[in-house]
């Protein structure tokens, strides 16, 4: 078997054209220049960023609040609209287009605006009042608003965060604290279904643990707001020194 690699840089990518291989070159250069752990950084200086572990913590709060969603949402639905499983599977079906939609308009808008901070922030707070709302009963078409709501603000605010770690990672660094990030969201598949079995089981019903999901939806949005004052605090005398280094 034969293996065949990747090349290591666009100049020796035989399927880009000429232009393509200068614009990508330059994209990569612009990253490098901007990131603050770069590829000379290593592994170890990245594993041990605390905008590693800052980053890391906000998915993982944000992602136990979509798996104890994604879990225990049906129940709740069939619960509080009494209709079938083929209805509220259609339901779910419809949460799931918004979302996409809501993917993709947070993506673009975040990027034509060039803002990340608001895009994860105000989305958190959108499901911490959703999951609160939904938790306090009433009416079934605002229990479903409410957790449909929480959901589409989750996926609006997935391509923003996720554009994050390459503000201040590069090379090398990048990829350790990418896979560091992963590493520790992975514990949110377990937190968030526990906690959501764990108060049906203590409670008879699915509303206090709503409620509780309200803590990681803050704390996501506490912490993505002191990792991007952070950054942009470093930003500002990079800022101010290519200014400098401008000609009058």
Known sequence: M???????????????????????????????AHAQ?????????????????????????????????YFSAPAILQGVTGWSVEKVGFLMGCFGVCGA????????????????ALHCIVPCCVMGAGYFIASCGGPAWLVVCALG??????????????????????????????????????????????????????????DLGLRGLIVPSLTAAIVMFVLTRSLAKRDVPAAQARLADEPA
């Open 2 to 32: 034969i293996l065949v690699g990747l090349p290591d840089e666009p100049a020796k990518a035989a399927w880009l054209t000429p232009d393509e291989k200068v614009w990508l070159q330059h994209q990569l250069d612009a990253d490098r």
């Open 149 to 206: 709501a929480s959901f589409v603000a989750f996926m609006a605010l997935q391509a923003p965060a996720l554009a994050l770690p390459t503000q201040f990672l590069a090379g090398r660094a990048a990829a350790a604290g990418i896979a560091a990030m992963n590493t520790i969201t992975m514990f949110s598949g377990f937190i968030g279904p526990y906690w959501m079995g764990r108060m049906k089981d203590a409670t008879g019903s699915y």
């Open 101 to 116: 939609a809501s993917m993709l308009f947070g993506g673009s808008n975040s990027d034509r605006t060039g803002d990340r």
């Open 37 to 69: 752990i770069g590829h000379e950084a290593g592994v170890l200086r990245a594993l041990l960023s605390p905008k590693v572990w800052m980053i890391g913590l906000f998915f993982l709060s944000a992602l136990t609040c979509n798996y104890a969603f």
